[in-house]
């Protein structure tokens, strides 16, 4: 079955600095989702893009789509503290009947 | 937009005592509606989904059921609780088409 995978699994980097987490997947989707999930809470949607998408962009974060290499990438621009958070991608096959979550990145943001 | 309500935040339970996880959904009609359940620093594992009253969809065998009385109503369920249904549940809500889930806050749940 289709599985996100994000890379890395815990990123640590310095205030200012870009953050840049990778999601693979196995099979064809209609669209990939990215979501934030700070510590004990639920998961706050960040961009949604389809499949003949290749690039989105929202605020610092721009997202890419390569559905060749059945991957995609989030970038967070000039990162702050309070972009610490789990980061997950997830894709959707068949329009929200099942999506699949990966793992996530566990993204540290140092003053 | 949608809002999600999960109640309670969190929850202590014997081994053996019953669940009820109720979730109600704000802003849309007739969403898909999902329950996952998160263990503590992994991803979400999908236990149930359904797209419309009384139509549930079970991922994974399990001791846990679901049930949806009312279009924006979604309620996880157990009849005797064991120490493997401890985890972090959230509830989510889906419009049709390409569209984002809308979480819940989620309930922390303990089985002692």
């Known amino acids: 079955s289709q599985q996100g995978e994000e890379d890395p699994q815990a990123l640590s980097i310095q205030e200012g600095e870009n953050a840049t987490m990778n999601c693979s997947y196995k099979t064809s989707i209609n669209n990939l989702q990215w979501y934030r999930q700070n510590s004990g809470r639920g998961l706050v949607h960040l961009i949604l893009i389809r499949s003949n998408e290749r690039e989105k962009h929202s605020g610092r974060l721009r997202v890419t789509l390569d559905t060749s290499k059945k991957s995609s990438s989030l970038l967070i621009t000039a990162s702050r503290a309070a972009d610490t958070a789990s980061y997950f991608c997830a894709t959707d096959a068949d329009y929200g009947q099942n999506f699949v979550f990966g793992p996530g990145t566990r993204l540290s943001v140092l003053p | 937009s949608q809002t999600i309500h999960q109640w309670p935040a969190t929850l202590v339970q014997p081994v053996g005592s019953p669940l009820s996880l109720e979730c109600t959904v704000e802003g849309t009609s007739n969403p898909n509606l999902y329950w996952y359940r998160q263990a503590a620093g992994r991803g979400l594992q999908l236990l149930f989904y359904?797209?419309?009253?009384?139509?549930i969809s079970s991922e994974v065998p399990q001791n846990l059921s679901a049930s949806r009385p009312q279009d924006r109503q979604f309620i996880l369920s157990s009849k005797k609780l064991l120490l493997s249904d401890s985890g972090f549940y959230l509830c989510?809500?889906?419009?049709?088409?390409?569209?984002?889930?809308?979480f819940g806050d989620g309930t922390r749940l303990s089985i002692l």
């Open positions: 359904s797209v419309g009253i009384g139509q």
């Open positions: 989510a809500s889906r419009s049709t088409g390409n569209q984002p889930q809308h």
